[in-house]
């Protein structure tokens, strides 16, 4: 059974840093491309950054980067996003995935950690 458990987020004030953390297990980790997402309240959920098996990583929104790093550790079959200068705006519930190709659905989800960001 696929497990994806994320964990870190917390209440924290504008220009303070978090590191988020996905554990996976239940999968070959090292192969899959890892993915981090967000949905903020009432909006839908948005693509904030991706790494693959050799650590090339993308980001998708301009708003986060310069201030989000995505990073993972194959031994641990874990996957971060060191999130720094946090504002009110990136207040969301950000969830791990997991994708085994690329250009294909994101297999497997984490439940989420709640990310908020006060001013």
């Known amino acids: 059974q696929v497990q994806l458990v994320e964990s870190g987020g917390r209440l924290v004030q504008a220009g303070a840093s978090l590191r988020l953390s996905c554990a996976a297990s239940?999968?070959?980790?090292?192969?899959?491309?890892m993915g981090w997402f967000r949905q903020a309240p009432g909006k839908e959920r948005e693509f904030v950054a991706s790494?693959?098996?050799?650590?090339?990583?993308?980001y998708d929104l301009d708003s986060v980067k310069g201030r989000f790093t995505i990073s993972r550790d194959n031994a641990k079959n874990t996957v971060y996003l060191q999130m720094n200068s946090l504002k009110p705006e990136d207040t969301a519930v950000y969830y791990c995935?997991?994708?085994?190709?690329?250009?294909?659905?994101?297999?497997?989800w984490g439940q989420g950690t709640q990310v908020t960001v006060s001013s």
């Open positions: 239940g999968l070959p980790f090292s192969i899959y491309t």
């Open positions: 995935a997991a994708q085994r190709f690329e250009g294909t659905q994101y297999k497997y």
């Open positions: 790494i693959k098996w050799s650590g090339s990583s993308t």
